[in-house]
């Protein structure tokens, strides 16, 4: 009899036969949007798409040996969405809903990414107005090594905030440990992060407009990996490609207008930056004179809270790609 296995609600269960899985199934333990797999099937699949034949069928490894189970995604099957029809406006808008009302979540989970994914940088600071540290070349190039190193860190932290988003829009269990979990996927994140960089790096080199193209196409990468954990790096931004065919201009309607609330609430931290660079050119000063306290405060509040904005955000793009479909 096959045996299956269940993730519900980031929890893995299994295996269980095929009567279990009916009854959890019927009982709603097994939701439709909940992800199963046995072995046999190439991936894990939405309950909701297992029909009463597949339930019921065998299926063989290919190689007659007993399969390994694949890696279970960061999170559920999303539900459906408009096929890429839903208005700019209206994406923004159902975006900021959803923040309002995880704020509390996403705040913290914002202020945890970027400690994580920042380390170094806050290192460096910390030294240097703390203890007025003066690196030398060789420390500077060894701290350079160092942040390049930790793109290890933050391609996973990247993907594990792609899921925790992912996961509030579409109203799934979420907490702020989502945040690890891409360290799960970890040699799929650097790969995916590694490739993309590179990708979006060589069509740059041409002009900023290909450079543009190449970052919108290859924009929906991480998304796919949590969704889809089998995927290697350079697959995942292949079908990036795919499916934001006929959606590049949305995507960079979207990304503009997120760009300009960005610029226009941190203006006043601009224009002192601005400010003091223009002094200290006029006075040919060698160092920039430092920026009031206020506005370095200023900056990490709107930094920290536009953040999960352009997570969730762009996690309601994404959703929407998805065609409609009953759930």
């Known amino acids: 009899m096959t045996e299956w296995h269940c993730y519900v609600d980031g929890q893995q269960y299994g295996p269980i036969s095929e009567d279990e899985l009916r009854e959890w199934m019927a009982s709603g333990r097994v939701k439709p949007t909940d992800m199963v797999w046995t072995e046999g099937m190439a ?25 390994a189970e694949p890696e279970p995604p960061l999170l559920d099957a999303l539900p459906g969405g408009t096929g890429g029809q839903a208005a700019v ?36 600071t910390v030294a240097d ?11 500077r190039l060894l ?27 579409c109203r799934q269990p979420a907490r702020v440990g989502d945040v690890l979990s891409g360290f799960r996927l970890a040699g799929q994140a650097i790969a995916t992060g590694l490739w993309q960089a590179v990708l979006i ?23 796919l990996v949590a969704e889809r954990p089998g995927l290697s790096g350079r ?12 959606h590049l201009g949305r995507l960079f309607q979207l990304s503009l207008l997120m760009f300009l609330l960005g610029l226009a609430l941190m203006a006043p931290w601009v224009w002192v930056l601005v400010t003091r660079i223009i002094e ?42 998805n065609p409609p479909r009953e759930v």
């Not at 913290?108 to 400690?115: G, K, L, M, N, Q």
């Open 43 to 67: 991936d894990w699949q939405p309950a909701g798409g297992i029909d009463r034949e597949q339930l019921t069928a065998e299926y063989p490894a290919a190689s007659g040996q007993p399969q």
């Open 235 to 246: 697959d995942a931004l292949d079908a990036s490609k795919q499916i934001m065919a006929g």
């Open 89 to 124: 406006g209206e994406l923004f808008s159902r975006g900021l809903s959803i923040v309002l009302q995880s704020l509390p979540l996403l705040l913290v989970a914002a202020f945890v990414a970027y400690i994580i994914s920042s380390l170094p940088s806050i290192f460096e």
């Open 201 to 223: 790096l060589l069509w740059s080199l041409l002009l900023i407009i290909p450079g543009i193209i190449a970052a919108l196409r290859y924009s929906q990468a991480f998304f």
């Open 143 to 169: 701290l350079s090594l160092v942040q390049l190193a930790w793109l290890a860190v933050v391609f996973p932290v990247q993907l594990g905030t792609t899921a925790l988003a992912l996961r509030v829009v």
């Open 280 to 321: 200290n050119s006029q006075s040919n000063g060698t160092v920039i004179a430092p920026v009031p306290a206020w506005a370095v405060v200023y900056a990490m509040v709107v930094g920290t809270v536009l953040q999960p904005l352009y997570w969730i955000v762009f996690a309601e793009f994404h959703r929407d790609l």
């Open 129 to 139: 107005y703390a203890f007025e540290w003066q690196p030398t070349e060789q420390e």
